[in-house]
């Protein structure tokens, strides 16, 4: 997993993969939902019952008709999940079809959240509820792909907004220069590739 681990004196960001406002929201437990459902062998079924406990959402579950599988949890997208599991269960040239999506429990999740895993998303604001308990200026920016960076100081709003979107477009840049075109064009598509802010306190 990448991470730069890079602090200073104002800035905490974190690689990992809420509206603006001063009210959080929280990232949601997730909900298992099968696709198609079919009879799975021994192995499979160990398989699925491990990818269920797992339970960090964005996740997807995949079967071969050979009795293979592929699963995989915590991606920043259910697109992504999808896409990224399919391949890797096909590339041996098995015919794998999906059987089951980790997505969160409810609709409700804000906007500003999609486009994190379910860990970037409740530690982006773990340290924004840390940060703010002492009334400290903060702002969180965050890609899907990035991850998110945090600003904090006595700076105005503006400029820590400002400070938070410049560092997340930092770490963004830095990673998608290993990325593909076509890599890049798929994660664009999925508005992946952005920053924005997603928490500021105060708001002013």
Not at 109 to 122: F, H, P, Y
Request: proline fraction near 2%; charged fraction near 20%; charge should be positive.
């Amino acid at each position: 997993m990448f991470k730069p681990g890079l602090i200073a004196a104002s800035l905490i960001a974190v690689c990992l993969p809420f509206s603006a406002g001063a009210q959080l929201t929280a990232a949601l437990e997730s909900k298992v939902t099968i696709v198609a459902p079919r009879s799975l062998n021994t192995n499979q079924a160990d398989a699925f019952e491990e990818f269920v406990n797992d339970s960090r959402y964005n996740g997807a579950f995949y079967v071969s008709q050979n009795g293979g599988f592929h699963w995989r949890t915590n991606l920043n997208s259910l697109a992504a999940a999808k896409r990224l599991t399919g391949q890797a269960c096909n590339l041996n040239g098995r015919n794998c079809q999906i059987y089951a999506t980790l997505t969160p429990k409810s609709a409700r999740l804000s906007k500003a959240i999609e486009g994190l895993s379910q860990t970037a998303a409740r530690d982006a604001e773990a340290w924004a509820r840390q940060n703010t308990k002492d009334g400290r200026s903060v702002a969180v920016a965050a890609s899907g792909y990035a991850g998110w960076a945090g600003w904090r100081g006595k700076s105005s709003s503006a400029k820590l907004r400002s400070s938070a979107l410049n560092h997340c477009g930092d770490l963004l840049r830095a990673r998608i220069k290993r990325l593909e075109a076509k890599q890049r064009e798929a994660l664009e598509q999925e508005g992946l590739l952005q920053c924005k802010i997603i928490f500021t306190q105060p708001t002013r």
